[in-house]
């Protein structure tokens, strides 16, 4: 079955730099449009940033020039480069993939900020 298993979380500081990872299988990586998402407490889950195929990205305004989507499609894993943390950006980070109308989801990883 499709897994997609989040690590990277943690507390950071804030101003501090964070790489989230994502570790899918059971499905062909290269062919799914992939993104990150997160949820805070109390609010919907929102996008981060998604990437396509290929290298199109697309980034929610908080995270532009701050954070860097990216694929690794030889080893199967997704990237968040996380920069200039600041207080709002803790919350719960998901990975979800995306093909027609299939979507799969990981279990989150948590992301804390102290200031």
């Known amino acids: 079955q499709v897994q997609l298993v989040e690590s990277g979380g943690g507390l950071v500081q804030a101003g501090a730099s964070l790489r989230l990872s994502c570790a899918a299988s059971?499905?062909?990586?290269?062919?799914?449009?992939m993104g990150w998402f997160r949820q805070a407490p109390g609010k919907e889950r929102e996008m981060v940033a998604t990437?396509?195929?290929?290298?199109?990205?697309d980034y929610a305004d908080f995270a532009k020039s701050r954070f860097t989507i990216f694929r690794a499609d030889a080893a199967n894993t997704l990237y968040l480069q996380m920069g200039s943390v600041k207080p709002e950006d803790m919350a719960v980070y998901y990975c979800?993939?995306?093909?027609?109308?299939?979507?799969?989801w990981g279990q989150g990883t948590q992301v804390t900020v102290s200031s």
């Open positions: 979800n993939a995306r093909l027609d109308s299939r979507s799969y």
């Open positions: 059971g499905l062909t990586f290269s062919g799914y449009s």
């Open positions: 990437i396509d195929q290929g290298v199109i990205t």
